[in-house]
């Protein structure tokens, strides 16, 4: 059996509302710490990456390690039923071919049920190759979305570059520019809207601005968000949830060039141990097979070369 309950519904609301136009089908993975998610979107560009600790719940029962297979489109629906104080209890009995929501209005001693199918979804823990980035930078969320907004109406690409003298967004297209700059923070207010910058090495790398706005969608978790930044590796863009948890988005950098395309994908799969032939090496990804003659054609972000 798995049972947990969340004292407010807001927090599982804006979750899902965060990645819902990402990932459409979603294998949560709960065990006796944690309930976790891992899920690439369609084109294999972005990685959402979810853990819940059991310190989020106002309880929490894993009787065993299980997958929960669900549609995100249904989990949106059933958490529209509930108000943001409601608390909400999700439950899950062995065999079931469904997931129980429970909401509880305890001030008007209101409860609502909803049942959620299960589906069938093939899914593996993607291993994510640990990373030593060039520049971490972190501020406020919301002055991330705005950023990502206003240079949506000027480009579809986002060029990030990060120097010990700040981070810089560009938004270059046919009709104009836009920049955007924030210089580290020496006296802010409130720690909320400090700006920091950790830089070992300069950094510049663009990003598609759509997926951007996507992840931004996530702002109302946190009052902070992380962007770590290696040139030619995706980015890791982080919501922490209180203390418990976190939120992260991989996205793969834009790359014009096929032989950069190539090196990329070469540096991927060094960085989880594949053994490259001389002539071919087949990666394994959702069953399919892949010949490395064809990396560079594959997304660096993709399952086949963060599949560990």
């Known amino acids: 059996m798995f049972e947990a ?5 807001s927090t599982l609301k804006r979750i899902v509302d965060a990645i819902k136009d990402l990932v459409t089908d979603a294998p949560f993975d709960c065990s006796e710490t944690a309930m976790c998610l891992q899920a690439m979107d369609s084109s ?10 059991v310190a989020m719940f106002e309880s929490y029962r894993c009787d ?17 039923c509930a108000n943001n104080e409601d608390t909400c209890l999700i439950r899950y009995e062995e065999n079931d071919d469904s997931v129980l929501f429970l909401f509880e209005d305890t001030k008007r001693d209101k409860s609502q049920e909803v049942v959620v199918k299960m589906m069938d979804i093939d899914s593996e823990h993607l291993g994510i190759p640990e990373q030593d980035y060039s520049a971490v930078v972190c501020m406020p969320a919301a002055e991330f979305q705005k950023t990502c907004r206003d240079l949506a109406m000027f480009s579809d690409s986002l060029m990030i570059t990060v120097t010990k003298a700040g981070i810089v967004f560009t938004g270059k297209g046919d009709t104009g520019s836009s920049t955007v700059t924030y210089a580290p ?4 207010d409130e720690e909320e809207q400090a700006v920091s910058v950790n830089v070992k090495e300069p950094v510049t790398v663009n990003f598609s601005i759509k997926y951007m706005n996507h992840f931004t969608k ?3 978790l946190s009052d902070r968000v992380r962007l770590s930044l ?4 995706p980015v890791v863009v982080e919501y922490e949830l209180s203390e418990n948890g976190h939120l992260r988005f991989y996205l ?6 096929e032989d950069a395309d190539m090196n990329l994908a070469i540096y991927m799969i060094q960085q989880i141990d594949v ?6 090496l087949e990666l394994r990804s959702f069953g399919d097979r892949r010949k490395v003659s064809q990396a560079a054609k594959l997304n660096p972000l993709s399952h086949s070369i963060y599949h560990n």
């Open 5 to 9: 309950k969340l004292g407010s519904a």
């Open 275 to 280: 053994k490259l032939n001389e002539t071919s």
């Open 64 to 80: 065993r390690t299980i997958n929960l297979g669900l549609s995100l489109a249904g989990m949106a629906r059933a958490l529209k």
């Open 44 to 53: 294999h560009v972005a990685l959402v990456s979810l853990k819940m600790d």
């Open 185 to 188: 923070s020496k006296n802010a």
């Open 218 to 220: 996530a702002t109302g």
């Open 252 to 257: 793969a950098p834009k790359i014009d060039d």
């Open 230 to 233: 290696c040139n030619s590796v």
